[in-house]
């Protein structure tokens, strides 16, 4: 075991020696953790509830800020106040989905409580969506109104004849202060802002009838298939959030959270928003993150705490030095997929004290929290896991002779399952199919049944651990789950192109993987000219999101397969970018680049040697 791993593990006297340090928040943690695990399906529970809480403790408290723009916590309520009487009054009632596809801005955070306070279920899509993949999102979770911003309206109009909604429950906002200036609403949509300021702004009944297995969100995830799949997030299941998460960061009412991630994003709309909310807090938003913009950013709305992924942080250890990067209160960050190579890096440049890393996803039933502050690691789990040894060629777990799976050892890598219990359930996905491919019985006794994470991670003990990559048809790159297939769907549209394999491939000194695709060509001779690659190269920018765009290309003369025909990726992964490795043509889009070039020796050196900034 070498050094770094085995200062990684974590034992008994490590967390002793943390519990100084930890006591002063345990009063709080533990009234979180009450609410967390004491809820019911049937109790009143949610993100409409906690937030009319907040209200009550802190009504003149900021509770959101953006750009120019604050509202405190009665004012925000009172706007949320008249959206949830507008949408009573045009019929929508408890269990009806409404599709939301706004940036980051306080038109979301209002819509979303408003829908929360009437059990009503916000489908958060993703705003940069478009076309096919657009339209299955929202009718895939049976949307009976789409919510959008007018930054995202051309989107909605391309897609509107393929969406199953009424023409009447099409609701729009300007992309401007609408509490203020609500603008003129285009043909065909409804102007929420001005219909909604209509109505009163007191509290409506509806709120206490909000049930913990009530849905509160969909959130969409990367789909083998190539499409997105529809996870419920119940309001159960976001009280667990509340009380765990929220209240282990431990805020009070002079604290700010500054975020930049999406918010149709879980992390963003749960676990910052949830941490907020539990200590009366302040939420900055930010419409799209920016490296440049960040610390002033900070300095601007006077955070004390920040919001990361792991591609953020690499983005501003990067970066040059700024004479505000160490003049703030910024001494504690949330967020998830620090590497350990930035990790040390990022709190002694930028003086962060306390990294709360936390390890969810958006369809699972087990968390961990990194809450004794320990680094390199996603932090501790309470509720019931297993990390177990898998066998990555068969894509199996591996049973022993009584057939049942074989937990790994301390300073080991496995599968991470998380056990469904009544405590932890696993709400899952729209479609039962999918249910059944992600859960697993009988793993380490007769009967128990356990969902299956699709994560590899390591055992570094004391209920720790730490994340190593992701397995199936998914990898992440720029804070993002990319879907192998729906890119493999796209470069086989192209007409030169005959069959592609995609996967991720390891850049050094970048958080997840780029995408690579291996493909074959209708063209006999196996190359691409200039046009060609200039073309490949236009086709994924129009027709993918910017984070699943192929990084690297390789042309093959055949595919190889499993007697399933099945691709073997597995050679692939092991070869990545290194033209050593191949006779294969190799090409690569470098950082700020309108084409692919070729990678040459010369090319792969100074990738390695981070010489371009991905």
């Not at 949830?274 to 002033?296: D, N, Q």
Request: net charge positive; aromatic share 10%; hydrophobic share 35%.
């Amino acid at each position: 075991m070498n050094q770094s791993l085995s200062q990684d593990l974590i034992r008994v006297g490590d967390v002793v020696a943390k519990l100084p340090q930890f006591i002063h928040k345990a009063p709080n943690i533990l009234s979180g953790l009450k609410q967390a695990y004491l809820r019911t399906p049937n109790s009143p529970a949610g993100l409409g509830l906690a937030f009319e809480k907040a209200v009550k403790r802190n009504p003149q408290g900021i509770a959101l800020r953006f750009e120019e723009q604050q509202f405190s916590y009665q004012e925000l309520n009172n706007w949320i106040n008249q959206l949830a009487h507008y949408f009573i009054s045009v019929g929508f009632k408890k269990g009806d989905v409404i599709a939301v596809m706004i940036e980051n801005r306080p038109e979301l955070i209002a819509t979303v409580v408003a829908l929360a306070k009437l059990g009503i279920i916000a489908a958060l899509v993703n705003t940069s969506q478009s076309g096919q993949v657009l339209s299955h999102s929202i009718n895939l979770v049976e949307a009976k109104a789409v919510v959008v911003g007018e930054e995202c309206r051309v989107a909605i109009e391309q897609v509107r004849t393929q969406l199953n909604i009424a023409h009447e429950h099409f609701y729009w906002y300007a992309d401007q202060e609408t509490q203020k200036e609500p603008g003129n609403a285009p043909a065909g949509f409804t102007h929420l802002a001005v219909e909604a300021n209509k109505f009163p702004k007191f509290n409506v009944v509806n709120t206490q009838k909000v049930q913990g297995k009530d849905g509160l969100f969909y959130v969409y995830t990367s789909g083998t298939t190539g499409l997105p799949k529809a996870v419920i997030f119940t309001n159960s299941r976001w009280t667990l959030a509340y009380g765990t998460y929220g209240h282990i960061l431990n805020l009070n009412k002079d604290d700010v959270m500054y975020c930049t991630l999406p918010l149709y994003h879980a992390t963003g709309m749960v676990v910052c928003w949830c941490g907020v909310i539990a200590g009366s807090a302040t939420l900055a938003l930010r419409r799209k993150y920016s490296t440049s913009a960040f610390w002033s950013d900070v300095e601007k709305y006077n955070a004390s705490v920040i919001t990361y992924v792991g591609e953020m942080c690499r983005y501003l250890v990067d970066a040059p030095q700024s004479p505000l990067e160490r003049k703030h209160r910024v001494r504690k960050m949330i967020g998830n997929g620090i590497r350990p190579n930035i990790w040390g890096k990022f709190k002694q440049r930028f003086g962060i004290e306390e990294v709360l890393e936390l390890y969810a996803s958006s369809e699972g039933n087990v968390g961990f929290s990194n809450i004794f502050n320990f680094d390199n690691t996603v932090g501790f789990s309470p509720t019931p896991f297993a990390i177990i040894e898998f066998d990555r060629e068969k894509n199996e777990p591996i049973r022993d002779k009584h057939g049942f799976c074989i937990k790994v050892k301390k300073g080991e890598i496995g599968l991470l399952v998380g056990k469904i219990t009544r405590r932890s359930p696993f709400d899952g996905y729209t479609d039962p199919e999918k249910n059944r491919a992600v859960t697993i019985q009988n793993v380490l006794k007769k009967g128990d049944a356990y969902f299956m994470s699709g994560d590899l991670v390591r055992n570094l003990g004391c209920r720790h651990a730490q994340f190593i990559d992701r397995l199936g048809d998914t990898f992440r790159w720029k804070g993002e789950n990319v879907s192998t297939t729906q890119v493999e769907n796209i470069c086989s549209e192209q007409h030169k192109v005959s069959e592609a394999i995609v996967y991720g491939v390891e850049i050094p000194h970048t958080n997840g993987r780029a995408g690579m695709a291996a493909i074959t060509l209708t063209t006999e001779n196996h190359s691409l000219n200039e046009q060609d690659l200039l073309d490949l190269s236009r086709d994924f920018k129009q027709n993918l999101p910017h984070y699943a765009v192929p990084v690297f290309l390789r042309v093959l003369n055949s595919v190889d397969t499993t007697g399933t025909f099945k691709y073997q990726k597995n050679k692939l992964k092991d070869e990545g970018f290194n033209p050593e490795k191949t006779s294969d043509k190799l090409y690569v889009l470098l950082p700020n680049s309108q084409t692919y070039s070729e990678v040459t020796a010369e090319v792969f050196a100074n990738i390695q040697a981070y010489k371009y900034r991905f």
